[in-house]
């Protein structure tokens, strides 16, 4: 955690990447509050990108709430696994919530965890989460995973805090032999379906993140993971890449790289789908851990 002050009338910036409590000063009423779900692992074998976590954030404009005081939980939730990278190998998993809790008390506000991304081989669909997670490629593909964060501040009507999209689709009508998975929805925007032919997969790229400027710095959080494919290029150029916003790349067929890439701690992204189903065989990159970053105004200093 660490805060920010400056002068007799302090604006002060805690963030938190673990699980912590936060005690609100004896002079604050309202906070600005960005909260981010952990992101979702990839899947192995041209798996489905990973989705990102759900972002929720209360801006100076439609700030939150709370009590002088109070003593809240700030449970940050960590980003999941990705898939193996064998065609009987472990599955992906979603990534956890992040949540805002006066003790005693249900849960304030939540941004949800990524859905994970569908394997490819034995084909499955992207699970839902904060954002969804993208389906797998194969005969036929699957769908990808829907948001299931909520929108609405649940205490004013009309006011919009919580933000998340769609995983892609996976392709792979021609039987799967070229076959592309989607990418990994993001905060900001839906992840890319997969493509069914040729060895370019770039248009299944991750969802980009939902930019907020909490922290003074314009910063995109939640980006999906790239969708994976059956035979993917030589170069992280010609794969799916992950989006803005800590989104992992899909897997490209280079020893070392075959795998997809890891989302980025701090900002919930989404693992990468890894590259495979003939040669070369990639597991799916890990979930990103979320965060949760406090902003108030105190005189107490």
């Not at 699980?19 to 798996?47: C, N, Q």
């Not at 209360?58 to 999941?80: D, I, M, P």
């Not at 669909?125 to 593909?141: E, Q, T, V």
């Amino acid at each position: 955690m660490t805060n920010f002050t400056s002068g007799e009338v302090g604006t002060v910036v805690e963030t938190f990447n673990s699980t912590g409590t936060f005690t609100v000063p004896s002079d604050v009423s309202t906070i600005e509050l960005l909260m981010v779900g952990g992101g979702a692992g990839g899947s192995g074998v041209r798996g489905g990108g990973g989705g990102a976590g759900g972002v929720v954030f209360y801006s100076a404009g439609n700030s939150l709430q709370v009590t002088a005081g109070e003593t809240y939980t700030v449970t940050v939730g960590t980003g999941g696994t990705g898939g193996g990278n064998g065609f009987t190998g472990a599955t992906a998993t979603g990534g956890f919530n992040t949540s805002f809790t006066k003790s005693g008390f249900p849960d304030l506000v939540v941004a949800s965890g990524g859905g994970e991304g569908g394997r490819g081989f034995n084909t499955e669909i992207g699970k839902d989460g904060g954002c969804g997670g993208g389906g797998g490629a194969g005969a036929g593909g699957k769908a990808g995973g829907g948001t299931n964060q909520s929108a609405q501040d649940t205490n004013r009507i009309n006011i919009v805090v919580g933000h998340g999209f769609a995983g892609g689709d996976g392709n792979g009508a021609s039987g799967g032999g070229t076959a592309g998975a989607g990418g990994g929805g993001g905060a900001g925007q839906v992840g890319g379906d997969g493509r069914d032919s040729g060895t370019d997969n770039t248009v299944a790229k991750g969802g980009h993140g939902y930019t907020a400027d909490i922290t003074g710095v314009a910063l995109a959080y939640g980006g999906g993971g790239g969708g994976g494919e059956d035979q993917p290029g030589s170069t992280s150029g010609v794969v799916a890449a992950g989006g803005d916003g800590g989104g992992g790349r899909a897997g490209f067929d280079s020893s070392g790289s075959e795998d997809g890439a890891d989302g980025t701690d701090g900002l919930g992204g989404g693992g990468g789908g890894g590259a495979g189903g003939t040669s070369p065989i990639g597991a799916g990159g890990d979930g990103g851990d979320g965060v949760v970053i406090i902003k108030y105004t105190t005189s107490t200093g």
